[in-house]
């Protein structure tokens, strides 16, 4: 969804579907750097919202690292390029009340944040998740079953706490579904690997080449055009900021976010996720768009378990 002011400006792009975050990242790079009229109510320039999409269409995907044709699509996701396929039956054994005739449909993908971390120092690894999606296709619960290191529980399921769904049915009615999937890391694997202008990025990070500009050097802080905000842990804690630091690159993306100071883990990692799917107009010092350093608290509000 797009929020267009009576001045012609974008000021905001909402992503309500997307199967996977390649595709988001895509369309957002094709809406941000398009022009735009305001829409008009007798004679005169109004604020709207413009409900809109982008088709990718390819008849064969392959792995850009081997290679490897990825698997085929099903009906509920034609393209094959979801990050998880959802099991067209419940797993035996389940309570009754996981248990489901049509399966969820993943209709929003969002990606996980690879622990900066570890990432400097080349770790890989993996974490398993299990988690529900309730009768509205939002992901109301998850549990780390397993990770090589804690970091990757984190990040695999505040990622999966984004995800929506269009929920299970049973009996007709929309239902509620158990379900787990595992999460590599690896700078290869397709889900989870930072791209080149990430890696570029954590060299500068790390002291190699050209120093990244501070906000101090900015010709201005720029603006914020995509920003979703944290899916807040359901947990007794106490009002809190998280600060985050990242890394916006010269087109604008959040790259390399991290979290500064102490924090709770899941809010944090929350943080994090929705830090890395910002997007702001190019940093700039002297007119010329530059990869810059900036900061962003989160507020969470005291929540009840």
């Not at 396929?85 to 248990?99: I, S, T």
């Not at 509620?176 to 890696?199: I, K, M, Q, V, Y």
């Amino acid at each position: 969804m797009l929020r267009i002011g009576a001045d012609g400006v974008l000021n905001e792009i909402v992503v309500l579907e997307s199967p996977h975050p390649v595709f988001e990242s895509a369309a957002l790079d094709r809406w941000l750097s398009g022009s735009y009229r305001p829409a008009y109510k007798d004679g005169q320039p109004i604020a709207a919202k413009l409900r809109t999409g982008i088709k990718f269409i390819k008849p064969q995907w392959v792995d850009a690292f081997s290679g490897v044709p990825l698997r085929q699509g099903t009906e509920r996701d034609p393209q094959g390029v979801t990050p998880f396929k959802v099991p067209e039956r419940a797993a035996p054994g389940l309570p009754e009340d996981y248990r489901y005739d049509t399966p969820p449909a993943l209709t929003l993908a969002t990606g996980a944040v690879y622990p900066l971390g570890l990432l400097q120092r080349r770790v890989t690894g993996s974490a398993q998740v299990a988690f529900v999606v309730d009768a509205d296709g939002r992901v109301r619960q998850t549990r780390v079953l397993e990770a090589t290191h804690p970091d990757f529980g984190h990040a695999a399921a505040a990622m999966l706490e984004t995800w929506r769904f269009k929920p299970a049915k049973k009996n007709g009615q929309p239902s509620a579904a158990l379900l787990h999937t595992t999460l590599e890391f690896s700078r290869a694997n397709r889900d989870t690997a930072p791209g080149d202008e990430a890696l570029d990025l954590l060299a500068r990070l790390n002291g190699e080449g050209a120093p990244l500009a501070t906000t101090e050097a900015l010709d201005r802080l720029p603006t914020a055009r995509v920003r979703p905000l944290p899916v807040a842990p359901r947990s007794g804690a106490p009002a809190e900021t998280v600060l985050v630091e990242f890394v916006v690159d010269a087109a604008g993306r959040v790259q390399l976010p991290r979290v500064v100071g102490d924090a709770t883990p899941a809010r944090a990692w929350a943080a994090l996720t929705a830090a890395k799917r910002w997007r702001f107009d190019p940093p700039r010092v002297d007119g010329q768009p530059t990869p810059a350093v900036l900061r962003l608290p989160f507020e969470f509000k005291a929540a009840t378990p």
